[in-house]
């Protein structure tokens, strides 16, 4: 019987898909991968992605998953417990507090776009936006940034999400994935309907899905490899925590790769839905933020309906984006609640006060490019994503893991285990070198370079 210190199991065989999938949704590919995948080809591009999820991050978050699931605590206690386990350092539970940190630093990025999400939706719902020229869309997100109280937003944003951590991820994830996450795919498919009514379907076709492989270079392969790496959240925690809620008897790593299956068929309707709209009122696909809050918008609010359709569509990803939010600060909750037994809803309000903390610091004196310097930041992720690899394929027994992993048949083990024992350390070191020095592959190509 489960004492009040281990975490209750969810009692649905998919609620674990539907977590990681809400909120890897909710970690910013849906936002990038529209202009990554015209910007690099499409096809090349694309192609890079998905095998970089199968053969690198799905192996990844697999091992946390099945880390959580072995330890049944807390990220620091569950690699404590693994440690003494397999004879090991207890120093490997200092990982635990590395994927803490780092899921609070993603956190307090993803607040910003959490916020300018609702905000769009807003903005659009009110109509002021109706058939504005794209020099006022521009100044109207100019003012918006100059005049909005964000301190005081961003601490509304925070009072519902601590909120919903102190209901535990039992509770909220399983909220989000069963409701929020059924109801942000029909608003998806709405959104598809619209678009392929009103967007130009040809021309978004040849930039999404071009096949220009003379494009495949190192630039490319390497844009797909990190929009991978980063889309799943592996190396923050996450897998550590929701492996800890999972049935006894359910298979890890085919849940871990339907979370991906789902994460990616989302990305790309949120491509066919967004690229459409922006080349039939004629706007540039750019690259970045302005893609999704000035860009974006424009094309929303120049079409017939489309104040509607694009407040439906930011509020969707403003959902999806709290999900994420949930995840990221689980891990710091758990570690509070488990290894310093502190209440649940006085940790929950310690991390969302910590969190305000950080961006009112950040908002007035704090240089936000030396606080969350963000090549720094993905190398740390990266190197989390490593020290995992070593830790569950180097340092623990395989019947160890094989024990956790007994409802996967034998073939899948193995190809699971060599890609997590031989292959991802090798390209997380190649990925951590590419982002200390972005010109250390520069010499190798397959192909001519790409414009």
Same mark, same amino acid.
């Given at each position: 019987?489960? $004492?009040?210190?281990?975490?209750?199991?969810?009692?649905?065989?998919?609620?674990?898909?539907?977590?990681?999938?809400?909120?890897?949704?909710?970690?910013?590919?849906?936002?990038?991968?529209?202009?990554?995948?015209?910007?690099?080809?499409?096809?090349?591009?694309?192609?890079?992605?998905?095998?970089?999820?199968?053969?690198?991050?799905?192996?990844?978050?697999?091992?946390?998953?099945?880390?959580?699931?072995?330890?049944?605590?807390?990220?620091?206690?569950?690699?404590?417990?693994?440690?003494?386990?397999?004879?090991?350092? +207890?120093?490997?539970?200092?990982?635990?507090?590395?994927?803490?940190?780092?899921?609070?630093?993603?956190?307090?990025?993803?607040?910003?776009?959490?916020?300018?999400?609702?905000?769009?939706?807003?903005?659009?719902?009110?109509?002021?936006?109706?058939?504005?020229?794209?020099?006022?869309?521009?100044?109207?997100?100019?003012?918006?940034?100059?005049?909005? %109280?964000? =301190?005081?937003?961003?601490? &509304? @944003?925070?009072? @519902?999400? /601590?909120?919903?951590?102190?209901?535990?991820?039992?509770?909220?994830?399983?909220?989000?994935?069963?409701?929020?996450?059924?109801?942000?795919?029909?608003?998806?498919?709405?959104?598809?309907? &619209?678009?392929?009514?009103?967007?130009?379907?040809?021309?978004?076709?040849?930039?999404?899905?071009?096949?220009? +492989?003379?494009?495949?270079?190192?630039?490319?392969?390497?844009?797909?490899?990190?929009?991978?790496?980063?889309?799943?959240?592996?190396?923050?925690?996450?897998?550590?925590? +929701?492996?800890?809620?999972?049935?006894?008897?359910?298979?890890?790593?085919?849940?871990?790769?339907?979370?991906?299956?789902?994460? =990616?068929?989302?990305?790309?309707?949120?491509?066919?839905?967004?690229?459409?709209?922006?080349?039939?009122?004629?706007?540039?696909?750019?690259?970045?933020?302005?893609?999704?809050?000035?860009?974006?918008?424009?094309?929303?609010?120049?079409?017939?309906?489309?104040? +509607?359709?694009?407040?439906?569509? &930011?509020?969707?990803?403003?959902?999806?984006?709290?999900?994420?939010?949930?995840?990221?600060?689980?891990?710091?909750?758990?570690?509070?609640?488990? $290894?310093?037994?502190?209440?649940?809803? @006085?940790?929950?309000?310690?991390?969302?006060? /910590?969190?305000?903390? @950080?961006?009112?610091?950040?908002?007035?004196?704090?240089?936000?490019?030396?606080?969350?310097?963000?090549?720094?930041? $993905?190398?740390?992720?990266?190197?989390?994503?490593?020290?995992?690899?070593?830790?569950?394929?180097?340092?623990?027994?395989?019947?160890?893991?094989?024990?956790?992993?007994?409802?996967?048949?034998?073939?899948?083990?193995?190809?699971?285990?060599?890609?997590?024992?031989?292959?991802? %350390?090798?390209?997380?070191?190649?990925?951590?070198?590419?982002?200390?020095?972005?010109?250390?592959?520069?010499?190798?190509?397959?192909?001519?370079?790409?414009?």
């Amino acid at each position: 019987m489960l $004492d009040d210190h281990v975490p209750k199991i969810w009692q649905g065989q998919t609620t674990l898909v539907f977590a990681l999938a809400s909120a890897a949704m909710g970690l910013g590919n849906i936002l990038r991968l529209p202009y990554l995948m015209g910007e690099h080809g499409g096809a090349p591009f694309f192609l890079a992605y998905v095998l970089t999820l199968l053969v690198a991050v799905v192996p990844i978050l697999s091992a946390e998953v099945m880390l959580g699931s072995h330890g049944r605590g807390s990220p620091v206690g569950a690699l404590r417990w693994a440690s003494d386990q397999s004879g090991r350092s +207890f120093l490997w539970s200092w990982l635990g507090w590395v994927q803490v940190a780092l899921g609070l630093l993603v956190a307090v990025e993803l607040l910003d776009v959490t916020l300018w999400l609702f905000d769009r939706a807003q903005v659009l719902h009110s109509g002021v936006l109706a058939s504005a020229s794209a020099q006022e869309v521009v100044d109207q997100f100019i003012a918006s940034h100059r005049e909005m %109280p964000r =301190t005081l937003w961003f601490g &509304f @944003i925070l009072l @519902i999400l /601590t909120a919903l951590a102190s209901l535990g991820p039992q509770y909220a994830m399983a909220i989000i994935g069963w409701l929020a996450l059924p109801a942000a795919f029909l608003a998806m498919v709405g959104l598809v309907d &619209f678009s392929l009514e009103r967007g130009d379907l040809q021309s978004a076709w040849e930039y999404l899905f071009a096949r220009h +492989f003379h494009q495949l270079d190192v630039e490319t392969v390497m844009a797909g490899c990190l929009s991978a790496l980063y889309t799943l959240g592996a190396g923050l925690g996450i897998g550590l925590c +929701f492996g800890a809620r999972t049935p006894r008897q359910l298979p890890l790593l085919r849940a871990v790769c339907a979370a991906a299956l789902i994460d =990616t068929l989302f990305a790309l309707l949120a491509a066919v839905i967004v690229v459409p709209l922006l080349f039939a009122t004629n706007t540039a696909v750019i690259e970045g933020m302005a893609l999704v809050f000035v860009a974006t918008p424009y094309a929303f609010a120049n079409l017939s309906q489309g104040e +509607f359709y694009g407040s439906v569509y &930011f509020v969707t990803l403003g959902v999806v984006s709290i999900a994420a939010l949930i995840a990221l600060v689980e891990p710091a909750i758990m570690v509070l609640r488990r $290894d310093f037994m502190w209440s649940r809803s @006085i940790a929950a309000a310690v991390v969302g006060g /910590t969190l305000w903390c @950080i961006t009112v610091l950040r908002d007035g004196w704090l240089d936000r490019g030396l606080l969350l310097a963000s090549r720094s930041l $993905d190398l740390a992720i990266v190197l989390s994503m490593l020290a995992v690899c070593v830790f569950v394929a180097w340092a623990m027994p395989r019947p160890l893991v094989r024990g956790e992993l007994y409802r996967e048949p034998r073939w899948l083990f193995l190809i699971w285990w060599g890609l997590l024992r031989y292959w991802v %350390p090798v390209f997380a070191l190649m990925m951590g070198v590419y982002l200390l020095v972005p010109t250390a592959f520069s010499g190798f190509g397959w192909g001519s370079m790409g414009p």
